[in-house]
């Protein structure tokens, strides 16, 4: 398995302000995605982060909006700025690490965010 | 792009019946469907999967079908117990989960006593 330590846990937040969400992971990992989960529905994926290079985003989710750090095999980080109460969701990162067998994906355990 | 439906959205059985839930998807070079299991407030945990290789796969009370032709696959849940209550979700993915996955909408099972 792998042990992936996400946080904050939660946060309330003023609209307009950008927060960053942190993940590492016990082992390293060539890519980690970051999901996005809204009340009652299913995951959507964000961007994916590698390390050395810039994230690959997903249609309809952009740079400017959600900027992604990656300086190493263990973390990420991911921003949501200048926010809007549509951005209060539940905010994920996810892994496949080799030493699991790089087949199954292991999730954080979430952000959950509100933007009032 | 890959995308991924699921049916149904609710499923409520009694206790000791039997849950299917369906999924198709439209990328025809994907070729691994995991399932997950959400419960309320906490993450995502695969309880199974499948490769594109194999049509069916068991792990105790839980199984999962593939029809790589039709692009179908099928999560089945027999002799369910209260605890098996949650949010389940199929995805698809090209190689594992070292890819993106997408996910299917997601299907409440409730487990009547």
């Known amino acids: 398995s792998a042990v ?3 946080k904050p846990s939660r946060d309330i937040c003023q609209r307009g302000t950008s927060l960053t969400i942190q993940c590492q992971v016990d082992s390293q990992v060539t890519m980690m995605f970051w999901y996005r989960q809204q009340p009652g529905q299913s995951l959507t ?3 994916t982060a590698n390390q050395g290079s810039e994230a690959t985003y997903e249609s309809g989710f952009v740079i400017d909006k959600f900027p992604i750090s990656r300086p190493n095999l263990t973390f990420s980080t991911l921003t949501v700025s200048n926010m809007s109460p549509e951005d ?7 892994v496949a690490p080799r030493s699991a067998g790089g087949t199954e994906a292991f999730f954080g ?4 965010l509100t933007v009032v | 792009g890959e995308n991924v439906e699921q049916h149904p959205s609710t499923l409520s059985v009694q206790e000791g019946d039997s849950a299917v839930i369906k999924c198709t998807y439209s990328d025809s070079a994907s070729n691994y469907f995991p399932w997950y299991k959400q419960e309320l407030g906490k993450r995502p ?3 199974i999967d499948i490769r594109s290789n194999v049509g069916e796969k068991k792990d105790q009370r839980i199984a999962v079908t593939l029809n790589k032709t039709a692009k179908h696959f099928s999560l089945h849940i027999t002799e369910t117990q209260p605890e098996d209550s949650a949010v389940y979700f199929c ?7 070292g890819n993106k996955l997408t996910f299917g909408t997601g299907t409440q099972l409730k487990v009547e006593l």
């Open chain 1, 4 to 6: 992936i330590s996400q």
């Open chain 1, 45 to 47: 994926l964000i961007a």
């Open chain 1, 88 to 94: 209060s969701s539940i905010y994920l990162c996810s």
């Open chain 1, 109 to 112: 355990q979430g952000t959950r």
């Open chain 2, 45 to 47: 945990q695969l309880i």
């Open chain 2, 91 to 97: 995805a698809a993915s090209l190689t594992g989960g």
